[in-house]
C-alpha cells in the first residue's frame, strides 16, 4: 500500500521568510495529493491540492510542486506571517482508491 | 468553518462506559469517514462509508461501531474502550467521484 514520508516534522521561520515542507510516497499510481492545515484545537483543513497532470499550483503565498518520476512533492509558503503557524499535513491518494494516507505532519512555527 | 460538524467536542468515560460520537456535514457528500488522530502519529483512517455503504474497515477492534443512517450523518458508537484509545476523533466527508476531504473540528476522547 501506500507510504506517505514528511520531512522535517518542526521548522521554525522568521516572520517574512520562505517555509518548504516536502512529502516523498512510494506509489506510482497514487494520483492526488493535497495539503492541509491543522490549527490548534481544530480539524485539519484543505489549503492546496495537485493532481498529477500538473506540476506546479499556485494560491496566493502558498504552491505546491510535483515531480512524478522522483515520487515528491512539496508545499511551500513565501512571506509567512505569525497565522501560519500550524501543523501541516500532506496526503497521497490515487490509483482506484479514495482512500487518503498522510505524512505524520510538520509544525511550523512563524516567529515574530 | 467546513460544513463538517462534530458533537461532543470533548469527552471523558470510563471504560465500561458507551457513549456516541456523531458528526453531520451540509455539504450535500456522498462519502464520509472516521479517522483517528494520535500524538506524534499519522492520522489514521478507520471506516470509509460511501452511499450510507461501509467500504473500508482499517483493522478496527470491534469496540468502535461506525453507523451511517443516512448520507449526512456518521455515528461512531463506542464500547469498552482502553486508555490507548483516547485520542482526537476526527469526522469527514467527500464527494464519492473527488478526493477533496472536508474535515470536521473532532472530538477530544479521554478514556479513564
Known amino acids: 500500500g501506500e507510504n506517505v514520508e514528511q520531512h522535517p516534522s518542526t521548522l521554525s521561520v522568521q516572520e517574512g521568510d520562505s517555509a518548504v515542507i516536502k512529502c516523498t510516497y512510494s506509489?506510482?499510481?497514487?494520483?492526488?495529493f493535497p495539503w492541509y492545515k491543522q490549527e490548534l484545537g481544530k480539524g485539519p483543513q484543505l489549503i492546496i491540492d495537485?493532481?498529477?497532470?500538473?506540476g506546479e499550483k499556485k494560491d496566493q503565498r502558498i504552491a505546491v510542486t510535483l515531480n512524478k518520476t522522483a515520487k515528491h512533492f512539496s508545499l511551500h509558503i513565501t512571506e509567512t506571517q505569525p497565522e501560519d503557524s500550524a501543523v501541516y499535513f500532506c496526503a497521497a491518494s490515487g490509483g482506484g482508491s479514495e482512500k487518503l494516507v498522510f505524512g505524520k505532519g510538520t509544525k511550523l512555527t512563524v516567529n515574530p | 468553518e467546513t460544513g463538517v460538524t462534530q458533537t461532543p467536542r470533548h469527552l471523558v468515560m470510563g471504560m465500561t462506559n458507551k457513549k456516541s460520537l456523531k458528526c453531520e456535514q451540509h455539504l450535500g457528500h456522498n462519502a464520509m469517514y472516521w479517522y483517528k488522530q494520535s500524538a506524534k502519529k499519522p492520522l489514521e483512517l478507520m471506516f470509509v462509508y460511501s452511499l450510507e455503504e461501509r467500504v473500508e474497515n482499517n483493522s478496527v477492534p470491534s469496540r468502535f461501531s461506525p453507523e451511517c443512517p443516512n448520507s449526512s450523518h456518521l455515528f461512531l458508537h463506542l464500547h469498552t474502550l482502553q486508555p490507548e484509545d483516547s485520542a482526537l476523533y476526527l469526522c469527514?466527508?467527500?464527494?464519492?467521484?473527488?478526493?477533496?476531504?472536508?474535515f470536521g473540528p473532532g472530538t477530544r476522547l479521554t478514556v479513564l
Open positions: 495537485i493532481r498529477s497532470n500538473v
Open positions: 469527514a466527508s467527500s464527494r464519492g467521484d473527488h478526493n477533496e476531504q472536508f
Open positions: 506509489d506510482s499510481a497514487s494520483n492526488y
